[in-house]
Each structure stands twice: as C-alpha cells, then as structure tokens.
C-alpha cells in the first residue's frame, strides 16, 4: 500500500505569524509526517499582508518554506480577496496553479485549516480535478456564515448573534442588501457542498453549524490536538496571594479588551490584583480602539502592565509567575487554544460565560466564569480569585490534560480511511 | 554600388535610336523617351543629355491625363530604381511625377462633402515596405484610395487594409449623411514594386463609386525602427485582440520585418579576447548580456573553480551597448583576478536576445553550444560535463535542459510545456512543477519534453544551425526558446529535461508588466499562428504528471 497522501491547507504559518491556529496547523502537520504510512503535505497562504513580500516568483504563486519539501508557501493578492463572498478575484489562481498543484501532488485528503485569502472556490476544484480525494475542513470561527469578521455579534451593542438570515444579516450592514446576504450564502454552501466532512473544535460551534444548514451527518465536534510543551511551567513562587492575571493574545474589541481595563479599574483598591497583558497586534486596530485603550490604560499604571508581543515557544515562562489565565472575549470563540495552553501549565481561567469559553472551562472545577461583557461581573470574579488561595489550589487540582495530538492524529487518520471509503462507494454508484 | 552592378550595365544598354532623346536622372540612371514610350535605364557616357523640364515638356506632357499617370507609376517601378537607389534619383522621379502627374481636387474635410480622406501616419517600415493609417469616407463604403509615392509608385491599399470603426469619424458625418456603422478607419502594411527614399511628398486618392475623386497630402514618413515597431504594437494594442485580423494580414508582416532589421542593423563592433581561450574547445558557453551585469561576478567565480571550463569556451555579448566601458572595466577586474580566459562581443547597437546569441555564436568555434542566461549561477561544479555526457549518451537530442530553481529552493525549470486554457485558441509556454521543491519526485525524472528554455540549453552546433537558431522575429523576447525547440522537433530531434543537473536561475522582472503586455500578446498569438498544430500533437502526446490523465 502506497502512502496516505495528506494535503494541509492553512491561511497562515508560524514563520510569518505566531498565532495559535498557525502553531496547531504546523504541530499536526509534523505529528503526521512522523506517521507511517503517511505523507503529509502544507501548503501555508502567504500575502503581502502577512509577509513583506510583495511578489511571487514569475509565474507561480508557490514557493518553499524551508528545507522541507513538502512545506509551501501559496501566494495571493491581498487585494484580490473578496471579503465579503470569500472568494479570489483572480480565478486563475484556482483554475490554473492550484490545478496544476493538486495534479502534480496528488493528494488522498485534501484537509483544510481555512480558506481565507485563498478562497471556498478551491472546494469546487479540488473535487473537479480530484473526483476521488477526501475533503475534510476544519471550521474555526463563523465566517462562512457571518460578514461581521465571522464573529456571529451584531454590528450594534455587541448583542451576540445566534442566527445569520438575509434580513438579520441587512440590519447589522444596512448598506448590503438581503439579495446580497443571500447570494453570498448560496455561494459559500454551493462550494461547502464539496466537503466530506467538516470539523468543529467545539460543540458550540458546531451547533451554529447545524442551524445554518450543514446536515448532522457531514459535521462531527473533534477537538485541536496540541503537542506537550516541552517544558511545564512550575507553580508560582508564591500561591498565598494568587493576585497575578495573564491575558494571551490579540488585544481587540471583540477579545474583551475594553472589558478588562473596565475591569481592572473596578477592582476593590485593597485587592492585590495585577494583570499582565501578553498581546500583539494593537496597531492594527483601529485608531478609536487604539485612543480608548490608551485612555483606560493611562488610569492603571499600578494595575496592569503590558508586555507586548510573544513568540509561542516562550509561554512556559510567561506563565510562569502567572496564577490565573483571563479570557474575556465578547463574541463566541471556537476553542481557544489559550485554554489548552493554559491547561498544560496547570493555570485555572476566568473567561466569559458564553460559547466555546463555557463549554471548555467548568466553572468552579478548573476556571470562573463572569457574565461576558460585563466589567463589574469581571471585576467581582477578580476580587473573588485573588483573595482566596484555597479556591486557587482546588481550581488548579481540578484541571485535566488537555487533548493530546496522539489521539487527534489517530480520530482523524480514521475519519480520512473512512470519508475514502465513502468516496469510493459514491464513485461507485455515479 | 557593387562591382558586379557595374559589370553587368554596359551589357544591357541598347544602342540608342535616332529619334531618341534623353535626360540624366542621377549618375547611375536616365529617362529614355522615344517610339516604344518612356523609360528609365543605366545612364549612357553621352553627350545627348538634354534637360529633363524640356524633355518632359515636348514628349510627354502632351499625352492624356490616364497615360501620363501610368507613365509615371511604370517609371517608379522601373526595376533599375531598385537597383540603383538614390536620393538623387528619387528627386529627379519626384520633379517627373509633379510635372506629370493628374492633380485631383484637394480634399476638404467637411461634413457636407460627400468625400473625406485623411492619412494620419505612414511608417517606413524600410525602404520598400511601409505602414499607413488613416480613415475614408463616402456614400457606400466602396471608395478605393490609392497612395502615390514622393517618386510616383501607385499602391492601392484599400483592396488589403484592416478596416475598422472610427467613432470619432463617424460622429463628425452622423448629423448629415451615410450609415454610421460603417468602418471607416483604415490600416495597412504594403510594399512599393521599388525603393521610396523621401520623406515628404506622399500623396493619398479617394476614388468613390460615384466618380467623385479627390486628393490629399500625407504627413512626412515616420521611420525608426524601435519608435515604429511600439507605434504598430500600439495599433495592434488598440484593435481588439493583439492578435486579430490586424495582426494576421498586416502586423506580422511588418513586425517580422522589423525585427529583421533591428538585427541588420546590429554588427559587430568589436570582439575583446581576454587571456588564451582554448583553441579547440568542446563547447562554447554564450551569455548574452542586457542592463544587469551585477550576476556577471558570481556567476564567473563559478567557472573559474569549475575544471570543466578548461575545454568550455566562453562568450559574452553585450546587448545593452551603452554599457561597453562599464563592462570592459568589470572583465578586466574579472580576468586579472581569477584567469579565466573569455571573449567579450561588443555591438553597434542592441540586437535583442536572439539576435545578441546570434552574434556570439557565431563569434564561437566549438561544436556544441551552451546557451546561457547572465543570471544563471551553478548549484555546484561539474554541470557541463554531466550535461554533454547525457546529451552525447542518448540518441537525437534536439536541445537539452538541466533542473533550475530559484533562491529558495523551489523549481523554476523542469521543461517547458504548451498550456491552452478551456476554449481559448492560443498555446502559452508552461513551466512543469513551477514552484515545487527541488526534490519533488516527478520533477527528478529525466524525460522528452515538448520544448526547454535558453536560460541554459546545450545544443550540437550542426543541430542548431541546421534549423535555423533561434528565430528574430518575435519582440522583445518569450518564445525563441520554445520555437527554437519545436524546430528541432520538426527536424526529428527530442528536446530534453535533466534533472541531476542543477542551476539556480534568478529570474527576475527587467520590464514593467504592463509596457511588455502587448508584445507579450503578440509573441503568443504568432507562436501559436506558427506552431499551433505542431504543438498539438506533441502536447497529445506529453503529460505533465506522468500516471495522471494531464
């Protein structure tokens, strides 16, 4: 038998940006390659506004990443993604060099991580040129449902969204009309219509799923395997105060960003609370963000320090004086990897009580949730958490591992002989 | 003039009859009028020149209107014009067509006039061969315009022009007269039976077929081969796709003449041999250089520790001719510095990338040839060797191409292929495997391929040049690589990929997209005028993933 032949697509890499998703995409693509019998494939999007690089080879919109051959990069126009239909304005791109790619690389599965800046028209053309291939998509926000950045809250008050319809979908962009709204669904299921199987790291999500159409029997909850860090951040010095708080990530609106300043200047002054922000990406927001939490942070120089960006490989040792893990997001959220990193390092969370952040943190066994969205909830649940050290070690005890990348690898070395399966039976019967 | 020419006169001069009488036209010819009419031949040593105004008053002015047009255009066509061209000549045809010639009414261009008759550029393509652009108008579309030229020749180019919509013509008659749909503007390349050398002096008809005609003067004649050459590129730009009708009955002709002639023009000026090149070598190495000579250094340092080069001889051409100081200062550092001997091509003027491995081959003595791109820069030693060894190993190779990859590893050659998109008409060249990894399995297979690139391509000398080398006639490069390959295929050889040889290639953009779509366009269009069915059946035969339908 000739290798299982497993083609990754991902909107990113962790060369060009150290996120999350782009560490989980590179993570699982290395646990397969140290598989037997098979022989996995990455194919990372690069863009000018990932990368400085502005251009492609002439040509091709491939090139190398590193020594690995099976490691590429796809290169596509910023500027040529339709945000709002999720498509590439350059058909070429598909019809041509992806074309070419998947002839020449012959892939058993093809499993995306995302299509974004690449386009759902790959979809459609992955079954054209490959009729017999799995295709397996993991889903990891609602953009496929939801114009408004796939977070699923309307464009008013932040109100959270349970249901994407052309008039719901009009009130938050009065701009774009219903036919719109409609179109761009219709466009996005017809080329979802291709997919084998889709993946939802959290249930929650997958819920959100099924109500906006994909059948039960093409969508299963399969959570992000991850890799044991290769060291465990120990305990803090000192647990009789557990008073520090760490935030991971993109310091935006929909992150909560405002909701913990809020928070944090809410805080009873006698309290011993500290939270340390570890966060990139804050010029990319917009100025008004930007001014708004230069001025909710000018009022907790004592309170809250900011440490700036960090590369993945040093969370052990942020962690490391940290009690607590902060996750105020507004919207949903998928699965949050901060959750598992935090839960690797044996740090208990305090997180919204809303979407994948509830469904992944019991509170009061591993983490405390407070009403999402609401700084004095936060504010309360803070003073709550530091003061109270016995709460810090039971809720610290309670933590499990989180899922490892074995048992991820092996569910979806089963989903991909079973999904080749099926396609064989459909090959059969057309 | 020739010696030959020379010789030859005396044997055709007739002896001259009584009747006769005659006018010098330039030292090599005279007007001869006498009992059979008017003609022009080799000029006699006589003492019975009379002046030309008094010949042409008594013996021909009397003649009627018809006669004397045709007078004048025989005269211009006279095959000794062609063979003793001069600007003196062509004066003294020019006086003879003005005393001679029928003048019509001029043309007013005026919406109420049922005729109208502009020439807007005439081309001199060469001395023979010219491009005119202008518009017609009348009642039915049926007027025939015919231009004269400064020396009388008559060519009637509404029988063969492209014709097209002129909406601005066609807004200027709408209010009055005529169907408004009509293509009124014209285009055409034609030829003059013998050499025209004025400038000034054309002159455009416009018969209708209701027997209005009229005349006008035509702007001096435009020549220049490169300004002329963008000028055509631009109308083929302007006429729907480059290549059209336009381009098939007109463009072709004269862009393939032009590029004829921008290669004529280029001789070789000077050939600097640096240090003792080897006096029989096995292959000559021929690198054409243009603008960028930055790779000259890094590539040359390869050689220079390559044993191979021993029995290579190597040739640079500067195609960018302004650079020859700049350059003769870098291999002169070069030389001094690492020994290796080299031959350096100066040009008078820029040939183009075929016409700049043209002079450097044959500026070469050895009987195999190695194409080579300046920006070419061996992955390691010992390619020249391997490549022959393949090439004189396997029976009836056309050309030969090793691996190339860019920077980073990624392919940028594993043999060219011809792609046509679904329903489209016109063949592009392909790269197989462009941008996978140099290890990538399939591109690591030695196999035919239906054309390789010139960036690096060796080639037996008698193969080459038994079918012609690479071809002129396509502008500023794209496709005389891949014709080059599909006349060796026409010949019965097979073009071949040879992946254990590797070479980076750093490509780059020397042109802005945008300046290089149109002759882009062109390039295509004629390579798949010339070779589409050739293509056919080698791509029905070639798959690009060996094991897969494609």
Known sequence: MSDLRVLYVAHNHPTLHPGGAEAYSLELYEAMRSQPGVEPVLLARIGSNVARRRVAHPGTPFSTVNDDPNQYFVFTETDHFDFFTLTSRDKNLYSRHLTDFLLAQQPDVVHLQHTHFIGVDLLSQIRRVLPDAAIVYTLHEFLPICNHHGQMVRTFADELCSEASPRRCN????????????????????HFANVDRFLAPSAQLMDKYLDWGIGSERIEVEEYGRLSPTRRAGDPAQVKSPANIGFFGQLSHFKGAEVMMEAMAMVDPDVDAHLWLNGANLELQTQEFQEEFARLQEGLRGRVTFRGPYEHSELPKLMEDLHWALIPS????????????????????????IGGMAEKVRDGVDGLHFRGGDPVSLARTIERATTNPRLWRSLRDGIRDPYPMDAHVSRLLDLYGETIEQRKGVAVSA | MPDTVKEKSPARRRPRRSNEQAARLSPDVELAVGAAGAELRAATKGEFQGSLKALLRDELAGLDAERRTEVVAELAASKIVAEHPSLELSGSLYEIREVLRERLPACAVDARQPAGLAVEQILSIDERSFWISGWMHDEDGEGVVTVVS????????????????????VQFYAALRGNPTRNHGFTAFFELPAPSLLTDGWIAELRTSDGVAVEIRCPAVVSGSLAIRATILGELGNRGPVGGELAAGHGRHALTRLQERIVEDSEVDSIDVYGEPPSSPEVSVVIPLYKRLDFIEHQFLQFSTDPDFAAAELVYVLDSVEQKDELAMKMRELFTLYGLPFKVVNLTAGAGFAGANRHGINASVAPQLLLLNSDVIPDRPGWLTAMRGFYASQEGIGALGPKLLYEDDSLQHAGLYFHRAPGAELWEN????????????????????????????????????????LPLHYVQGDYEDSELCLRLAEAGYENWYLPLVELYHLEGQSYGADTRRIPSEYNMWLHSEIWGARIEELMADFSVNPGTER
């Open chain 1, 330 to 353: 507004i919207w949903w959220e998928n699965s949050p990897l901060v959750i598992q990193e935090a839960f690797f390092h044996r740090r208990p969370i305090i997180c919204s009580d």
């Open chain 1, 171 to 190: 009130e938050c962009f009065p701009e774009i009309s219903p036919q719109s709204f409609f179109l761009r669904e219709r466009f996005v299921k017809g």
């Open chain 2, 430 to 469: 392909a790269h197989c495997f462009k941008g996978l990894h140099r290890d990538f399995p399939a591109a690591n297979v030695a196999r035919p391929v239906p054309a390789v690139t010139a960036a690096c391509m060796l080639v037996d000398r008698d193969r080459y040049e038994e079918v012609g080398g």
């Open chain 2, 150 to 169: 400064p020396e009388g020749a008559r060519v009637e180019v509404t029988k063969t022009a492209y014709r097209f919509e002129r909406p601005d013509v």
